[in-house]
Nanobody
Framework: QVQLKESGGGSVQAGGSLRLSCAASGSVFSINAMDWYRQRPGNKREFVAGINGVGSTEYADSVKGRFTISRDGAKNTAYLQMNSLKPEDTAVYYC????????????????WGQGTQVTVSS
């Protein structure tokens, strides 16, 4: 059984910072990549940032220069440092583990967390 759990969300004023964490637990053998998505009110879920197994990162244009994704492979955990937050960053933030392999299965599967709310007030 694999679970992804996000934490670190909350309410902050514009210009503030938050750090999100995403921990994969259970029978995790390896994870190819870990990504962050968000879903703003009335919008579809959108890609925010991603990091692969060798540390290469990718960001949505809207967060470049403000957000930083990192990963601790030994802990199967990804982080999203969010600085200079704007009201338009208000959303539920989701973590996904891409290409996760467990100790019991040879297949690669994707897992999603339940999300964590980030609210930025002006």
């Amino acid at each position: 059984q694999v679970q992804l759990k996000e934490s670190g969300g909350g309410s902050v004023q514009a210009g503030g910072s938050l750090r999100l964490s995403c921990a994969a637990s259970g029978s995790v053998f390896s994870i190819n990549a870990m990504d962050w998505y968000r879903q703003r009110p009335g919008n579809k879920r959108e890609f925010v940032a991603g990091i692969n197994g060798v540390g290469s990162t990718e960001y949505a244009d809207s967060v470049k220069g403000r957000f930083t994704i990192s990963r601790d492979g030994a802990k199967n955990t990804a982080y999203l440092q969010m600085n200079s937050l704007k009201p338009e960053d208000t959303a539920v933030y989701y973590c996904t583990a891409v290409g996760l392999r467990t100790y019991y299965s040879g297949s690669l599967d994707n897992y999603w967390g339940q999300g964590t709310q980030v609210t930025v007030s002006s």
